[in-house]
């Protein structure tokens, strides 16, 4: 079964410092998310990504904040410049056609 | 908006015992309601999904919900858990009206005493 896949599983970083999660969704899909869970709390939606651009982003996705697809296969999330508080567990996603959303395993990032 | 609320945060049960979790939506449209498992240490796994059709849906694991509109909810069972049930439910929601951006509530932990 088909699966999306993330790189890396865990990511620690010094604050301030910038990182790059990557994700290779789906093969066929068309929509791209990135959600993160703090721990303890639930998953919130970061961004979506359509047709090579932004479809739609959440308040927590600020201007430190940017997606890419640079090639056919690959989905990045970077953090330009890490907060403590940017530590989460990061989802990525996808989907074709239905809304049914497929999740990754996640990257779990730790800043220090 | 779409919002969504899980009215137990914590259940403790033991093996065997019936399990329903609870799951309210907010949204005045059509809605497409799922439940995710996320076992300890995995990440997020579809448990099952309404789209439109049999109000009552059954997933994996011998789980199923059953959407009834006029409550707006979704609510989660199965009739005898087990151990391995251990773990946190997500209900969530999308539309197509939110661009299919799927809206997730708070989660139950389920912990099934062996």
């Known amino acids: 079964e088909p699966e999306v896949t993330q790189t890396p599983s865990h990511q620690v970083t010094q604050m301030g410092q910038e990182v790059i999660l990557r994700c290779v969704p789906i093969s066929n899909h068309l929509y791209f998310y990135w959600y993160r869970q703090i721990l303890g709390q639930k998953v919130e939606f970061l961004v979506s990504f359509y047709n090579n651009e932004i479809s739609e982003k959440s308040e927590i996705f600020d201007d430190q904040f940017s997606v890419e697809r640079p090639d056919g296969s690959n989905f990045t999330l970077k953090i330009r410049s890490t907060k403590l508080e940017d530590s989460a567990m990061y989802f990525c996603?996808?989907?074709?056609?239905?809304?049914?959303?497929?999740f990754g395993p996640g990257t779990r990032l730790t800043v220090t | 908006a779409q919002s969504v609320s899980q009215h137990n945060h914590h259940v403790i049960l033991s093996e065997a015992a019936s399990l329903e979790l609870g799951c309210n939506y907010s949204?005045?449209?059509?809605?497409?309601l799922f439940w995710y498992v996320q076992y300890p240490g995995q990440h997020l796994q579809l448990l099952l999904k309404y789209f439109s059709g049999d109000p009552l849906v059954k997933g994996i694991k011998g789980f199923e919900a059953e959407f009834i509109k006029s409550k707006f909810s979704f609510n989660l069972r199965k009739p005898s858990v087990q151990w391995s049930d251990t773990a946190e439910y997500f209900c969530a929601v999308n539309a197509r009206e939110g661009g299919f951006k799927t809206i997730f509530g708070a989660g139950t932990r389920l912990f099934v005493k062996a």
């Open positions: 949204y005045g449209g059509t809605v497409n």
């Open positions: 996603a996808s989907r074709l056609l239905l809304p049914a959303v497929i």
